[in-house]
């Protein structure tokens, strides 16, 4: 089993639509990262979020730590949202586990 | 201030030549992990480096790779003997201390093919 289970493994929305990817995780974390990963390759920090929910335009990140979960949304989708999104825990020394990513193509 | 600065940003080598990957944290940075992504895969770790101290190599193949992160200058990721098994994206990521909740800032990444 993966210590970091991420879904919907690919997920495909018309403009507008709002956006749900969720994460889940076996071991004891600081902190959950969201990552956001372009055609091309380059990778983009998102959040890091040990408790509660953050915000950033139209993204919102929540996590429970309790149950060991996170959810990334995205209001109002726009084509230029189209990337792989992978959630991240630290682990052991601090490096990152990550998850299989979410393949996300939003369509005008 | 400049992020996280990686290169070559492409590479290509031939079976059995070496390959050196260099990163440059963000300034004042002296923490750099580096991270494996092989074609249709997700990242994977590789290896943990302080200043002259590596901290955490468990997922450094045993062979043919090594690190390094000396006291003036870049972070060196080093293949030797390349194989086509190699090909991948290589990430390197800087944090200003410890983890513990801290960010982790990512290069761009270094495209190694091996023909």
């Known amino acids: 089993k993966n210590e970091v289970e991420q879904s919907p493994q690919n997920l495909t929305a018309q403009e507008g639509e709002f956006i749900t990817i969720n994460c889940s995780y076996s071991?004891?974390?600081?902190?959950l990262h969201w990552l956001q990963q372009h055609p091309g390759g380059g990778i983009v920090s998102l959040f890091m979020l040990s408790s509660g929910k953050k915000k950033h335009g139209r993204l919102i990140a929540t996590i429970n730590i309790q149950e060991k979960h996170s959810s990334l949304h995205i209001t109002a989708s726009h084509p230029r949202d189209s990337a792989v999104y992978i959630c991240?825990?630290?682990?052991?020394?601090?490096?990152?586990?990550f998850g299989t990513g979410t393949r996300l193509q939003v369509f005008p | 201030n400049a992020g996280v600065m990686q290169n070559p940003r492409h590479l290509v080598r031939r079976r059995g030549q070496e390959a050196r990957l260099r990163c440059s944290p963000v300034k004042g940075h002296s923490h750099v992990y580096w991270y494996r992504q092989l074609p249709e895969e997700g990242l994977k770790f590789m290896v943990y480096?302080?200043?002259?101290?590596?901290?955490?190599e468990s997922g450094m193949p045993k062979e043919r790779f090594s690190a390094e992160f000396p006291k003036e200058g870049p972070s060196i990721l080093r293949i030797q003997q390349v194989v086509r098994g190699d090909s991948a994206a290589y990430f390197c990521a800087s944090s200003p201390r410890r983890q513990g909740g801290n960010e982790q800032f990512f290069g761009p990444g270094t495209r190694l093919t091996v023909l």
């Open positions: 480096l302080q200043k002259e101290n590596i901290i955490d």
């Open positions: 071991v004891g974390i600081s902190a």
């Open positions: 991240a825990v630290p682990f052991n020394t601090d490096k990152l586990i």
